[in-house]
């Protein structure tokens, strides 16, 4: 195999010596000026979609401070912060959850520590129409609120004050007023979540290699309502609010 690869690599060598070639070569991508609304992320990681078609995404990074982004009908709209230039960008780094209540827009991201190979997660509070709404306590410039430094935010969820936490170990439950924490409970391998129209909180739960994959039903203070094992590796989870 080996050497018919080399074989075709130098006949197409050959070839290009001895003939003219005309190309152009252009950069299709993010950036591609005055044509974002074709523009797609690199990838996504979490959608929260809105009664008027409109979704936002989430995402580690993208092209062009488009970590989090608007979308409707195929098209871009537009990213996160549009009036503050992008909320991403440089350091800072998108997530892997958004969620909303309806009035706000919750979103992870990262920011790495100066000096030191620490990477810190946060929430960040937005308008439905991506302008900040920053809580009134927090760290970082964005007044945001944060548990934790080192272990990924997987997963959102929010029911009235309160804002869920998956971060790989555990559900942290954080008051929106004050940013305090109410309660945590424990939760090996966690990951997407989402809130029902009870107020109950649905929990992905990652196999591994000596554990199945199972979606968990847990009302707010930690408690196990149901559990569904009938998966084999969940890796998202959403509800119908019908």
């Known amino acids: ?27 299709v991508g993010n950036t591609l000026s005055g044509k974002m609304s074709r523009s797609i992320p690199s990838c996504i990681n979490s959608l929260y979609a809105f009664p008027d078609g409109r979704v ?10 488009n970590s989090q982004s608007f979308f ?10 549009p009036n503050g230039g992008g909320f991403t960008g440089g350091a800072t780094k998108g997530g892997y959850a958004v969620a909303g209540d309806g009035t706000y827009i919750y979103m992870t991201y990262e920011m790495p520590v100066a000096y030191s190979n620490k990477t ?47 971060n790989s170990k555990r559900i ?27 107020g109950n909180i649905w929990v992905v739960q990652k196999k591994d290699a000596s554990n199945p994959g199972t ?18 590796d969940p890796s998202g989870i959403t509800i119908d609010k019908q």
């Open 1 to 27: 195999m080996k050497k018919q690869y080399l074989l075709l690599s130098l006949t197409l060598l050959s070839i290009a010596s001895s003939a003219q070639v005309t190309k152009s070569t252009s950069w």
């Open 56 to 65: 936002i995404s989430n995402s580690v990074w993208s092209e062009n401070a």
């Open 72 to 81: 409707k009908n195929g098209a871009y709209l537009h990213n996160i912060d």
């Open 120 to 166: 810190y997660n946060y929430v960040a509070r937005f308008k439905k129409n991506g302008d900040k709404a920053p809580f009134t306590y927090g760290d970082t410039i964005y007044r945001s609120i944060t548990y934790s430094s080192d272990t990924i935010f997987w997963g959102l969820a929010v029911v009235g004050n309160k804002v869920f936490i998956s």
């Open 172 to 198: 942290v439950v954080l008051d929106t007023t004050t940013g305090n924490v109410l309660t945590t409970w424990q939760v090996p391998r966690c990951r997407d979540m989402h809130a029902d129209l009870s």
């Open 215 to 232: 979606i968990n039903c847990y009302n707010q203070n930690g408690t196990v309502l149901k559990t569904i094992t009938t998966v084999i």
